[in-house]
């Protein structure tokens, strides 16, 4: 039988029995196509952070506290720093134990004073766990 020749040679065989890899070309433009790829990603996903954060809209909110303990209204306290000579217009937004939107409200803020702090209600449709600033920008 022919199992002595099969036990001492492995069964896939050795490096040997193979042809050479040819060699590859066209790497380096594999690279530099990725490389451009992943700065367009990166440049995009950058920009998108920036615009919401309010970096573009020159009236950037902070919300000092709210209230949601009524279940049909809901408290925010928020400040909003934005060029004293503007007019900025910020909608108010609350949300449910689902992230569902119970209630909204645009607020004006006049012209006059760099940073204001207002405090406001919001009726809500039901039980309110969150309220935030969705937006705020400036008009005129």
């Not at 207002?118 to 449709?125: G, V, Y």
């Amino acid at each position: 039988m022919a199992t002595e020749d099969v036990e001492s040679r492995p069964v896939l065989g050795t490096p040997d029995d193979f042809p050479d890899r040819p060699e590859r070309r066209g790497r380096f433009v594999v690279h530099v196509v990725i490389g451009v790829l992943v700065a367009i990603i990166a440049g995009g996903w950058g920009y998108v952070m920036w615009s919401m954060t309010g970096g573009n809209t020159g009236a950037i909110p902070q919300v000092v506290s709210f209230q949601a303990n009524r279940p049909n209204e809901a408290e925010i306290t928020f400040e909003v720093s934005k060029p004293a000579d503007r007019v900025a217009v910020c909608r108010i937004r609350a949300t449910d134990v689902n992230h569902a939107e119970v209630g909204s409200r645009e607020v004006r803020i006049p012209a006059g004073g760099g940073s204001k702090q207002l405090k406001e209600r919001l009726d809500t449709s039901a039980q309110a766990t969150s309220v935030h600033i969705q937006y705020c920008t400036l008009v005129e």
